[in-house]
């Protein structure tokens, strides 16, 4: 495992032995439904299905299709706050 790989897996343990993890988590879920995403990808799933019929579309299908416009339409202020939160939590641990 290079440095990187290392420093993220130790990241990620930090941040779910706090239950951080969970808390941004929760975070994202309501500001997407805040702010329509959950809604914009809803109807996006159900454009993909209308066009490709449901027979023809597996839930596999569904996230390849959809997942890089979901990240697309994720709005830069959502980004930036889980963004300062992380960056404050790691300030706040660092070891």
């Not at 997407?32 to 579309?57: F, N, P, R, S």
């Amino acid at each position: 495992m290079n440095k990187e790989a290392r420093l993220k897996a130790s990241i990620n343990q930090k941040l779910t032995e706090t239950g951080e993890r969970d808390r941004l988590k929760e975070l994202l879920r309501a500001k997407l439904t805040e702010c329509g995403w959950k809604d914009q990808m809803k109807a996006q799933c159900k454009d993909v299905i209308k066009q490709k019929g449901l027979e023809h579309v597996t839930v596999e299908d569904l996230v390849v299709e959809v997942t890089p416009k979901g990240r697309a339409l994720v709005p830069d202020s959502v980004k930036k706050e889980l963004l300062q939160r992380i960056r404050a939590f790691l300030t706040q641990h660092a070891s």
